[in-house]
């Protein structure tokens, strides 16, 4: 069966780096891309990123250009999303999901990662 | 930015009884619309794309209708399982934007 399993928990401190994980199971990891959305207290989901499992290309939200990075391993069929320049507008929960290939949406998600910045 | 708006907020049902969710774009999204349940602590799941398809293993009862701008999630008679928050997706523009997600609750 598909399962998306994401790393623990994080606290971090304004100006420090994060990067999370999420090992993919149960099918062809480079016939998907891998996405992440987060969602911040008491606000919507909302679209991180995208990275393709076949070839490592990438789209970026708007808001993160330039403070995310999305990679990928396929020889253990993980993503990674490292996000710098932490603010506390950062903390969140960060789910990855498996994304495409016939519609640009998530049809399985990680458990979710939270994403804690405090100084 | 494609916003999408939905309603109620919370809808509070009995067991057995009929859920109807609603959700809005602010501009037309084709049957780009995609609905998905979340739990506390767990993962959201996928329950209906294109609108109106249903996901692998998604029971019948979960239904799914509209076009353009307007969309309705129907759970037709609410389980215990079911009882969870909401959230529609429009996937017309590309990268997607979410609801604000909405609550169906035990009455």
């Known amino acids: 069966q598909v399962e998306l399993v994401q790393s623990g928990a994080e606290v971090k401190k304004p100006g420090a780096s994060v990067t999370l994980s999420c090992k993919a199971s149960?099918?062809?990891?480079?016939?998907?891309?891998v996405s992440w959305v987060r969602q911040a207290p008491g606000q919507r989901l909302e679209y991180v990123g995208w990275?393709?499992?076949?070839?490592?290309?990438?789209d970026y939200a708007r808001n993160f250009q330039g403070r995310v990075t999305m990679t990928t391993d396929t020889s253990t069929n993980t993503a990674y999303m490292e996000l710098r320049s932490l603010s506390s507008d950062d903390t969140a929960v960060y789910y990855c999901?498996?994304?495409?290939?016939?519609?640009?949406?998530?049809?399985?998600w990680g458990q979710g990662t939270l994403v804690t910045v405090s100084s | 930015e494609i916003v999408m708006t939905q309603s109620p907020a919370t809808l509070s049902v009995s067991p057995g009884e009929r859920a109807t969710l609603s959700c809005r774009a602010s501009?037309?999204?084709?049957?780009?619309l995609a609905w998905y349940q979340h739990k506390p602590g767990q993962a959201p799941r996928l329950l209906i794309y294109?609108?109106?398809t249903r996901a692998t293993g998604i029971p019948a009862r979960f239904s799914g209708s509209g076009s353009g701008t307007e969309f309705t999630l129907t759970i037709s008679s609410l389980q215990s399982e079911d009882f969870a928050v909401y959230y529609c997706?429009?996937?017309?523009?590309?990268?997607?934007?979410f609801g604000q997600g909405a609550k169906v609750e035990i009455k």
């Open positions: 999901g498996r994304w495409g290939p016939l519609y640009p949406l998530i049809d399985y």
């Open positions: 149960g099918y062809t990891f480079t016939n998907y891309g």
């Open positions: 990275i393709s499992g076949y070839n490592g290309k990438t």
């Open positions: 501009q037309s999204v084709s049957s780009n």
């Open positions: 294109g609108a109106s």
């Open positions: 997706q429009q996937y017309d523009d590309w990268r997607g934007t």
